[in-house]
């Protein structure tokens, strides 16, 4: 079933997102997607309508960042283990990695385990994120292989060389390593008959096509050349696909859509890694797009005062 239900009298039930905390992470890893969730709202005009409710698990009570910040949990890693089928959105921050992969400590069996839930039963749409130098732990967890992955642009090699490592250890494919804002891995805008016709992504031909007309339409006073698609050099190709909380709920819920789910890396679990520090922002916009509406996700940059700054989804880019 979908963490988003519409009740009785039209109230809908916030998505359920997961943090981990673990010694010496980066606050703002945390910080940042916290922000964005807790500013989402279906209705940007009754604030009854938010769209996320936002837990922390932890080893301990209180967790350190590596600013020196105290975060609290609301439970330890052992209740959250038996609480993940109720998760729809797993966030791990990066920052202080080392002794957590040489401990081989949590939040790495969590993780596993959320990866594994999704494999055992698709019908439900999780989504695994990790911000910053958190993509080391889906690495360590082995759930990058065959997938395309991003991290703090200072641990791009270092995530090379553990995919490398871990894909040995394996025998499984290696991770394309990128250095991108944020990358997607099994995106869901799957909703219209026709899935190439896709209103939020680009292929990279068709961005880089997108990215020259718009250069060339800046300096010419000639109207604004067509889309290959039918669209102006600055819109979206055209689409019957729909977004957001309806959405979600209707992948959730049709057959094919659990099916091909199921054909899916990791039984459709969708993978999303971020670059450096406050690209999780961007990650959770992205996430808040995805769930619930662009709309929504954009009035959430303007209140937090952010620029949206797009990153890749695999076979695309965002625009």
């Known amino acids: 079933m979908s963490a988003i239900v519409e009740e009785p009298d039209g109230a809908v039930e916030p998505v359920k997102v997961l943090i981990t905390l673990h010694e010496g992470m980066d606050a703002m890893d945390v910080v940042g997607p916290l922000e964005v969730f807790s500013w989402a709202q279906h209705d940007k005009q009754n604030p009854e309508t938010k769209a996320f409710r936002v837990v922390f698990a932890a080893a301990n009570e209180h967790t350190t960042s590596a600013q020196g910040a105290s975060f609290r949990a609301h439970m330890t890693f052992e209740d959250a283990m038996k609480r993940l089928p109720e998760i729809d959105v797993l966030v791990v921050p990066g920052g202080g990695t080392d002794q957590v992969l040489k401990a081989k400590g949590q939040p790495l069996p969590l993780i596993k385990h959320f990866a594994e839930l999704q494999k055992k039963n698709p019908n439900r749409e999780r989504t695994l994120m990790s911000v910053c130098t958190g993509s080391m732990f889906l690495a360590e967890a082995g759930l990058l292989a065959g997938?395309?992955?991003?991290?703090?642009?200072?641990?791009?090699?270092?995530?090379?060389?553990?995919?490398?490592?871990?894909?040995?250890?394996?025998?499984?494919?290696?991770?394309?390593?990128?250095?991108?804002?944020?990358?997607?891995?099994?995106?869901?805008?799957?909703?219209?008959?026709?899935?190439?016709?896709?209103?939020?992504?680009?292929?990279?031909?068709?961005?880089?096509?997108?990215?020259?007309?718009?250069?060339?339409?800046?300096?010419?006073?000639?109207?604004?050349?067509?889309?290959?698609?039918?669209?102006?050099?600055?819109?979206?190709?055209?689409?019957?696909?729909?977004?957001?909380?309806?959405?979600?709920?209707?992948?959730?819920?049709?057959?094919e859509s659990v099916l091909k789910r199921m054909n899916l890396r990791l039984g459709g679990l969708r993978v999303v890694t971020t670059g450096g520090v406050t690209a999780g922002i961007d990650g959770a916009l992205y996430m808040v797009g995805a769930l619930v509406s662009d709309d929504a996700a954009d009035e959430v940059a303007r209140v937090m005062c952010h620029k949206w700054n797009k990153g890749m989804v695999v076979d695309g880019t965002d625009v």
Not at 165 to 190: G, H, K, T
Not at 220 to 242: C, D, L, Q, W
């Open 147 to 255: 997938l395309s992955a991003t991290t703090h642009p200072d641990f791009i090699t270092k995530l090379e060389i553990l995919c490398s490592s871990v894909s040995l250890r394996d025998m499984a494919e290696r991770c394309d390593v990128v250095e991108q804002r944020y990358v997607v891995n099994n995106l869901r805008f799957d909703l219209g008959e026709d899935e190439d016709q896709n209103p939020y992504i680009m292929t990279r031909k068709e961005y880089k096509d997108h990215k020259r007309r718009k250069s060339s339409s800046m300096s010419a006073t000639s109207p604004i050349e067509e889309h290959p698609n039918g669209s102006g050099s600055g819109g979206r190709r055209p689409s019957s696909a729909r977004k957001g909380s309806m959405s979600w709920k209707q992948s959730n819920n049709r057959r």
